[in-house]
């Protein structure tokens, strides 16, 4: 079976620019969630979803950060315009409940130069 | 504050030799959860644990709960090169906006042949 797809896995841009991270969940997994991980703040939930629908979105640091699911199978985490402390691992996760296990892809490394 | 910090930080052991990591969480739990991350990689689940579960076992995991003292530890038997990753406890507690898994700070294990 698939695990959850996240690309790209590496991306290196510049300070401004807009950045998009792509996910596909695993199919049947109704819950979708977007992490940061940074060495001095750990792993921080930034949004999650239900049946595509955005539930919390209180980790989502200010309004240069939005992240949509348009369908079951998708999800965009967009950062617009990027800043150098943007720069971390970005992860997203899918389960089939909220309080059931989460499984993560390999994240998508991020650095704003 | 991150719902979960653990001890130690760093731990260091043979191969062959138990390991036990502790996590410490301040608030009502629904269920409390293990996670392995590989260097570079997602993190993947190892176990969980209901509020009303006092110990779990999966394989060479052993997993206790004393919600009394809002603590959790982790043991890895007869360890394992392979073994060697950074083990997160994750909390999953009811929030004004939902269900929501908040990650500790990680111990990072190394095992050594």
């Known amino acids: 079976d698939a695990g959850v797809i996240q690309s790209p896995r590496h991306e290196v841009t510049e300070m401004g620019q807009e950045v998009t991270l792509r996910c596909k969940p695993i199919s049947g997994h109704d819950y979708l969630f977007w992490y940061r991980q940074t060495m001095m703040r750990g792993l921080e939930l930034l949004i999650y979803f239900n049946n595509n629908v955005p539930i919390d979105d209180s980790g989502m640091p200010e309004d240069r950060f939005s992240a949509k699911m348009p369908n079951a199978s998708f999800s965009t985490l967009k950062i617009q315009p990027s800043e150098p402390r943007d720069s971390a691992v970005y992860f997203c996760a899918s389960s089939s409940q909220v309080n059931q296990p989460q499984h993560f892809g390999d994240g998508t490394r991020l650095s704003i130069l | ?113």
């Open chain 2, 1 to 113: 504050s991150q719902q979960g910090e653990e001890d130690p930080q760093a731990l260091s052991i043979q191969e062959g030799e138990n390991a036990t990591m502790n996590c410490s969480y301040k608030t009502s739990i629904n269920n409390l959860q293990w996670y392995r991350q590989n260097s570079g990689r997602g993190l993947v689940h190892l176990i969980l644990i209901r509020s009303n579960e006092r110990e779990k076992h999966s394989g060479r995991l052993r997993v206790t709960l004393d919600t009394s003292k809002k603590s959790s530890s982790l043991l890895i038997t007869a360890s394992r090169a392979a073994d060697t990753a950074s083990y997160f406890c994750a909390t999953n507690h009811r929030t004004g906006g939902g269900n929501k898994l908040t990650f500790g700070t990680g111990t990072q294990l190394k095992v050594e042949l």
